[in-house]
Nanobody, 126 residues
Framework: QVRLVESGGGSAQAGGSLRLSCAVS????????IGWFRQVPGKGREGVAA????????WYADSVTGRFTLSQDNANGTVYLDMSALKPEDTAIYYC???????????????????WGQGTQVTVSS
């Protein structure tokens, strides 16, 4: 069974930090592209970052490069998204998702990710 569970959302002041976690079922985790997306009301899911669990390949959206950092704990099947220098425009529901096996696509788009977590709210106040 494919299962992804996000945790770590919450509220922060602008300039602050939060860490999101995505626990992935072990049968899914290995050599998989795990992506983080965010969504605000009325808009589609925007790709934020992605990591290939079978190596060190990482991708970040321009809007978060230099502020957000991906890491992984392969022993526990968990991917982390460390968010710093948060801005009010980072406010959204954040989702992690499992995508292709063997690689991360050059364009991290929601349609390429078939399994999703339930989402966690991140709210950044100015």
């Amino acid at each position: 069974q494919v299962r992804l569970v996000e945790s770590g959302g919450g509220s922060a002041q602008a300039g602050g930090s939060l860490r999101l976690s995505c626990a992935v079922s072990q049968t899914t985790y290995s050599k998989k592209c795990i992506g983080w997306f965010r969504q605000v009301p009325g808009k589609g899911r925007e790709g934020v970052a992605a990591i290939y669990t079978g190596g060190s390949s990482k991708w970040y959206a321009d809007s978060v490069t230099g502020r957000f950092t991906l890491s992984q704990d392969n022993a526990n099947g968990t991917v982390y998204l460390d968010m710093s220098a948060l801005k009010p425009e980072d406010t959204a529901i954040y989702y992690c998702a499992a995508g292709p096996s063997g690689y991360c696509p050059p364009r991290v788009t929601a349609s390429l990710f078939g399994y999703w977590g339930q989402g966690t709210q991140v709210t950044v106040s100015s």
